[in-house]
């Protein structure tokens, strides 16, 4: 009987530490899946993929390896569970690509919601960096190496796991095998979670929008980004009603509170809905929701904050997790590559039936 296949395989890029958006789209689930014992989590951290538009700079990638490493350790991921490994160390994941980009037409690429999105956030224009261009390619490749079924992303990767998906689908047709699998997207269970907007009420919470919380947040820099968040605008006075719908601070309060927080920080509302009932017909104020939401926020992040707090007093024990854990990686990866190539026809060296035809 074949084994069932519970690999996962997800990741960050490492431009700077993880903010609230990774916690609640990808990192909080990564944790609950790893300690189910059930699955076989590979992590990465993808410095290739960073790369794609930090060329020019690429200290930032590197100060920011063990920055994501302390955040992946600090809300719950751990080394003997999960791997945790380094994207431009395994060589599968360089070669890969090369394959796979003779399968996808550059149509296809910009047809791809996710990266048009990108493109615009970060004024590309005509200045595209190939490599960024290509990234739902590494992407597949990524999530093929280690024959993963599913991926742990927000709703806004979809796009990217259905071009994988693509890709595999090619790729076994072409070649006639079924060596690749075809990745499943595992999405938050908070709906409102799928996408959580930035401090400013933008679409998506951002490192390069500035518009983040982070999850290394000290408490006083915690507490000054939620009382400046930005709310509803026609909410001038305590009196007058508001709108809870695509404002921020309600956003959050029904991604992050529970009943419990109302019995401990604000008893005089059961839940949430009462909470929004009152506001949207007017005599709450903005001030008062906030002071609300720090309340739910620090108590949520503070255990975080200082489990990150004892990682980051021994850097090299962090590189050592991170190299054990790319060595196994490796080995994982390198064992579909050359399935891959076998698949091909390119594996000329260890290929008996091309030995056999043309050289002897």
Do not use: W
């Not at 903005?286 to 939401?293: E, P, Q, S, T, V």
Request: aromatic share 8%.
């Amino acid at each position: 009987m074949e084994k069932e296949n519970n690999i996962i395989l997800t990741g960050d890029r490492p431009t700077g530490a993880l903010h609230l958006g990774h916690y609640v789209g990808s990192l909080k689930k990564r944790v609950q899946l790893q300690n189910t014992g059930k699955y076989d989590a590979f992590v990465m951290i993808a410095d290739l993929q960073a790369l794609t538009d930090n060329a020019e700079n690429p200290e930032k990638i590197r100060q920011n390896i063990l920055e994501v490493t302390l955040d992946y350790l600090a809300v719950g991921l751990e080394p003997d569970k999960t791997n945790l490994f380094v994207q431009s160390h395994i060589p599968a994941l360089t070669e890969l690509p090369m394959y796979y980009s003779n399968l996808v037409t550059m149509s296809r690429l910009e047809r791809n919601p996710t990266i048009k999105q990108e493109i615009k956030m970060r004024n590309f224009e005509r200045n595209l960096p190939v490599g960024f261009m290509t990234y739902p390619i590494s992407q597949a490749a990524d999530i093929t190496a280690f024959r993963a079924k599913y991926v742990p992303v927000g709703e806004d990767q979809l796009p990217m796991l259905e071009q994988a998906r693509e890709i595999v689908s090619s790729f076994n047709r072409i070649y006639k095998c079924d060596i690749l699998v075809e990745p499943e997207a595992i999405l938050p269970d908070n709906s409102t979670c799928n996408r959580l907007v930035g401090t400013d009420g933008g679409t998506k919470m951002s490192k390069s929008l500035g518009n983040c919380i982070y999850l290394k947040d000290d408490e006083k820099t915690l507490k000054q980004k939620i009382m400046s968040m930005y709310t509803d605008p026609t909410h001038i006075n305590v009196a007058d009603p508001g709108h809870t719908e695509g404002n921020p601070v309600f956003i959050y309060l029904e991604a992050f509170s529970t009943d419990e927080h109302f019995a401990e920080y604000l008893p005089e509302y059961k839940n949430l809905a009462e909470m929004k009932e009152h506001y949207e017909r007017g005599g709450l104020g903005d001030m008062k929701c906030k002071k609300f939401l720090n309340c739910v926020m620090q108590e949520m992040l503070a255990p975080i904050r200082t489990r990150r707090e004892e990682f980051a007093k021994d850097k090299g024990e962090l590189l050592n997790i991170l190299k054990k854990s790319t060595e196994k990686a490796r080995e994982v990866s390198d064992e579909t590559l050359a399935q891959v190539r076998r698949a091909i026809g390119i594996d000329y060296f260890n290929d008996a039936e091309f030995i056999e035809k043309f050289v002897k």
